[in-house]
């Protein structure tokens, strides 16, 4: 069966720092990728999704940029934090690009 | 572009009561798919339901099934003899045939009280 594992859980960083978020899904291959961004109550945002190795397409411009070294493996990153990266972020597979299954989160705090 | 509201923020109901969640959205598009996530206290989001805009009939799984009515843009879920496990904020989305973006409302809190 598939999984998928998001590190770390929580996160609490300040303002300016850089970041990594990791997602990486086991049980399938070549999955689309994608990162959502969560406001608190609020629905979520796509960030970012890819169809393969090297495949990014951004959706929001901002802060924030995705890669995706090897075919399972999804980074966030950001070179310098600001207050209102603050979310909750969600990785989710799909293949056939269809329904989307998400892992369980992380939730990032700047400060 | 696709929006998808959900009207109701909060909503509340009996345990083996029944509910139903109201969804709406707005595209040109003839040919989509909707979804229903459930995202419970954990925060984990779980796929409850999917519908294909090509289907007529709604689609059921157990205790959770949909009123898909596509001229009126409505995608509505009713969960029946509801469960203390069912509270959670529910997720109405669209997304497109053959289309990576996947667009969520707002949510809906639903609390199922003892």
């Known amino acids: 069966s598939q999984t998928i594992h998001q590190w770390p859980a929580t996160l609490v960083q300040p303002v300016g720092s850089p970041l990594s978020l990791e997602c990486t899904v086991e049980g399938t291959s070549n999955p689309n990728l994608y990162w959502y961004r969560q406001a608190a109550g609020r629905g979520l945002q796509l960030l970012f999704y890819s169809v393969g190795i090297g495949q990014i397409s951004s959706e929001v411009p901002q802060n924030l940029s995705a890669s995706r070294p090897q075919d399972r493996q999804f980074i966030l990153s950001s070179k310098k934090l600001l207050l209102s990266d603050s979310g909750f972020y969600l990785c989710?597979?799909?293949?056939?690009?269809?329904?989307?299954?998400f892992g369980p989160g992380t939730r990032l705090t700047v400060t | 572009a696709q929006t998808v509201t959900q009207s109701q923020p909060e909503m509340s109901v009996q345990e083996a009561e029944t509910v139903t969640l109201s969804c709406t959205y707005d595209?040109?598009?003839?040919?989509?798919?909707l979804f229903w996530y459930k995202q419970p206290p954990s925060r984990q989001m779980i796929l409850v339901i999917r519908?294909?805009?090509?289907?007529?009939q709604n689609a059921t799984e157990n205790r959770f099934s949909v009123n898909f009515q596509k001229a009126a843009k409505s995608f509505s879920l009713k969960i029946s003899d509801s469960q203390l496990g069912d509270t959670a904020m529910y997720f109405c989305?669209?997304?497109?045939?053959?289309?990576?973006?996947?667009?969520f409302g707002a949510g809906t809190r639903l609390t199922v009280k003892p």
């Open positions: 989305a669209f997304m497109k045939y053959n289309n990576n973006d996947m667009r």
């Open positions: 519908q294909e805009a090509y289907k007529q």
């Open positions: 595209t040109s598009e003839n040919n989509y798919y």
């Open positions: 989710a597979w799909s293949v056939w690009g269809v329904e989307q299954y």
